[in-house]
């Protein structure tokens, strides 16, 4: 995946839409999160305040860099299967 954007999308004349939005936010993995949401801000920096593809893209954003899980995995560290014992537990 790339932060190259459709020559459509990219196109003075094209309205960006939710849709627009929702299509490229929806399928996100954790791995190519920032990489989204870096399209979707791309996207959305000319829309007035207001608009609802820019809501709806600020939005995306805020979820897209959690889904990226600066603070680790988003999974969190539970506890280790039975039998198994995660790597920072004590002796």
Known sequence: MSEAERAD???????VSVEDIRALAGPSTPHFALQIRNRIATLIERLPAGDPARVEGERQIVRLTELAGYT???RGPGPASPGLRRDDSPD
């Open 9 to 15: 999308r990219k196109d003075p004349a094209h309205r």
């Open 72 to 74: 680790g995995d988003p």
